[in-house]
T-cell receptor, first 111, second 114 residues
């Protein structure tokens, strides 16, 4: 069936280093991908998105890369800060309003 | 205002109770969503309303009954729930561009069913 998954359940990085969070998706028809950040006790917060006609998109300190050949998505966070500690979800829109979330990666930032 | 509000923050109910969760947004969004999130799991889509009409029901049991009384409000009526229904219930809204638009999430209602 359709699924969006993450390669690593947890990621620990040193403050100031760059973080890379990976995601694999299985539905080749998906055309819209989103990264969300969820802090403890809060709802998911939009970070960045990318459409299937692009392979890279940059935001403030974040970059999303899309490799449609291998159905892989990644989120890069530059100069990771303690406030970046959270669970990160990739999500794909499989058509209409249906959004499927990946399993999530917990990012720990060590001071 | 980019806020989605949800009430109550926490809810404890028995299996014979009837309760309702409420969600409100004033961003002019015309799509509204209910998700269920179990601990350490991703959100799972339950319902989607588009222009106040039910667009998606992800085979959710009938003990969950959504309602969209107007474009700013979304309710989730609960009746005869089971302990396994305990979860964080998240509401989201978006502009309604067929799904390829940013969803804004509320903080959720933490539901415990005894």
């Amino acid at each position: 069936g359709e699924s969006v998954g993450l390669h690593l359940p947890t990621l620990s990085v040193q403050e100031g280093d760059n973080s890379i969070i990976n995601c694999a998706y299985s539905n080749s028809a998906s055309d819209y991908f989103i990264w969300y950040k969820q802090e403890s006790g809060k709802g998911p917060q939009f970070i960045i998105d990318i459409r299937s006609n692009m392979d890279k998109r940059q935001g403030q300190r974040v970059t999303v890369l899309l490799n449609k050949t291998v159905k892989h998505l990644s989120l890069q966070i530059a100069a990771t800060q303690p406030g970046d500690s959270a669970v990160y979800f990739c999500a794909e829109n499989t058509g209409g309003f249906k959004t499927i979330f990946g399993a999530g990666t917990r990012l720990f930032v060590k001071a | 205002d980019t806020e989605v509000t949800q009430t109550p923050k926490h809810l404890v109910m028995g299996m014979t109770n009837k309760k309702s969760l409420k969600c409100e947004q004033h961003m002019g969004h015309r799509a509204m969503y209910w998700y269920k999130q179990k601990a350490k799991k991703p959100p799972e889509l339950m319902f989607v309303y588009s222009y106040e009409k039910l667009s998606i029901n992800e085979s959710v049991p009938s003990r969950f009954s959504p309602e969209c009384p107007n474009s700013s409000l979304l309710n989730l009526h609960l009746h005869a729930l089971q302990p396994e229904d305990s979860a964080l219930y998240l509401c989201a809204s978006s502009q309604d561009q067929g799904g390829t638009d940013t969803q804004y999430f509320g903080p959720g209602t933490r539901l415990t069913v005894l």
